[in-house]
């Protein structure tokens, strides 16, 4: 599968809304992922106008900030940054929205989430926390066991957003034969050939953000990859 992830921070004209929108209708992606590592802010506007463009495309939240929660979303990726030592995106910018997202009637998927490499990424900064080694594949796919024994019921691979290159194969393929769970990769995939890499490699679902926000016009041919992936 495909998430296209969408910063509010970046769109915030009503043609770069429309221009992603459109491509979004007639690509049909699995899911759009909406949010962003410095926004602070409501997602609701940005989600309410991209459903009048693509009303069958599930939204879902992936907040750097507890302010980018909102009851408009489909499902929010209740997420903890279990590769960092950050108490705050561990646990605590949880606790201060847990009601809100508790009674939102949005549905919560669990999720841990793990920086790897990409010191200079915006998560790696907002969080003050260092990705694991890209070498250190065992740390990664212990961090990502670890993350499922909590209960967590999806692990997030992130490369950072903007990154040069993607996450290497051999590091989804490790992680993929230890976890049980959905495993999305993200960061620094820029065409759909690294996409393909990704889902060979085991991923379920790439997420793709910088490039689509850039070039929306290629979307479909991600999203025609993903068949042929499925389809090997
Ligand atoms: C960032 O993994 C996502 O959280 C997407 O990264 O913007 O580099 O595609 P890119």
Redesign the pocket.
Known sequence: MIAV?LDPENLTTDSAIARIGHEIASAEPDFVFIGGSTFVGSTADLIARLRCYAPNVPMVL?PGHPSQFCNKADAVLFLSLISGDNPDALIGWHIGCAREVRDSGVEVLPMGYILVGASDSA?ARVTHTHGIAMRDIRRIADTAIAGELLGMRLIYL??????GLPLGEDIVKQVRGDVHCPLIV????HTAEQATAAWRAGADII?????LEAHPEDLKQFCKARRTAVNR
């Open positions: 992830l992936f998560t992130e490369a950072g957003s903007g990154a993200g960061g620094g995939i997420v793709v953000g910088n490039h």
